[in-house]
């Protein structure tokens, strides 16, 4: 499928159904990205090689290899490319478990297209932002570097999805202080809480399974999360 000319970056829709990938395309070329267009997962797959997107916006219902093995697939090959899941399916399992997978981001059909357009510049703002942080942020042996938008636990290099990296960071710049599940919504995702608590719980759970024991993450019971800078071993998930 063309490709319109390249403006804010290109943006890749893996999308089965020619009139939704159309209104996409067309509110996506509106504000000023690029687009291709492809209509399965081999295809797609294909073209994230060939073309490396700024972000991908994946169907999860394509015929052939669904959205879910496309992610799986990327997640496996070490590639972090921002993915947005769209999809007919409005269950928190089929949510969660896109979420579990790396995606940055999940809407339901129907969804609006300008809301789309805004959640895709968000994660990409995310990609891109490297001046309002100090060089380096350390608690225990986490050091984030938000310029190069790498993590290390000791000397061990962690892959994060850009979602991921943001969680991890604004929590780590304010060690010790309790964030609600809709604060952290509204400061790291950019909405409130149309996406539910439950996709801050499953993000904190996924860095939290990345970084292993060295996680200094807290649950606070009735309450969200902290950065523990004193924070134990072993003791991360309490």
């Known amino acids: 499928m063309p490709t319109d000319a390249p403006a804010r970056g290109l943006i890749l829709v893996i999308e089965d159904e020619p009139a939704i990938a159309e209104l996409i395309r067309l509110n996506l070329v509106a504000a000023g990205f690029a687009v291709r267009l492809e209509r399965d997962g081999e295809a797609g797959l294909a073209a994230i090689s060939r073309h490396s997107p700024a972000a991908v916006i994946l169907d999860v219902g394509l015929p052939g290899i669904d959205g879910i093995e496309v992610c799986r697939r990327l997640r496996a090959a070490q590639d972090w490319t921002p993915v947005l899941f769209v999809t007919a399916r409005d269950d928190e399992v089929d949510r969660i478990v896109g979420l579990e997978l790396g995606a940055d981001d999940y809407v339901t059909k129907p969804f609006s297209p300008r809301e789309l357009v805004a959640r895709v510049a968000t994660v990409l703002r995310r990609t891109q932002r490297v001046t309002e942080a100090p060089a380096t942020l350390q608690v225990g042996s986490i050091?984030?570097?938000?310029?190069?938008?790498?993590?290390?636990?000791?000397?061990?290099?962690?892959?994060?999805?850009?979602?991921?990296?943001?969680?991890?960071?604004?929590?780590?710049?304010?060690?010790?202080?309790?964030?609600?599940?809709?604060?952290?919504?509204?400061?790291?995702?950019?909405?409130?809480?149309?996406?539910?608590?439950?996709?801050?719980?499953?993000?904190?759970?996924?860095?939290?399974?990345?970084?292993?024991?060295?996680?200094?993450?807290?649950?606070?019971?009735?309450?969200?999360?902290?950065?523990?800078?004193?924070?134990?071993?072993?003791?991360a998930g309490a």
């Open 143 to 235: 050091r984030l570097d938000p310029v190069e938008r790498r993590v290390h636990a000791g000397d061990h290099e962690i892959s994060l999805t850009a979602t991921e990296f943001d969680l991890l960071a604004y929590l780590m710049r304010r060690p010790g202080r309790v964030f609600g599940r809709d604060q952290l919504l509204s400061e790291v995702w950019g909405y409130s809480a149309i996406a539910g608590a439950r996709t801050v719980d499953v993000h904190i759970a996924q860095v939290r399974a990345k970084l292993r024991e060295a996680s200094p993450i807290r649950t606070v019971r009735g309450v969200g999360y902290a950065v523990e800078p004193n924070r134990a071993p072993g003791q």
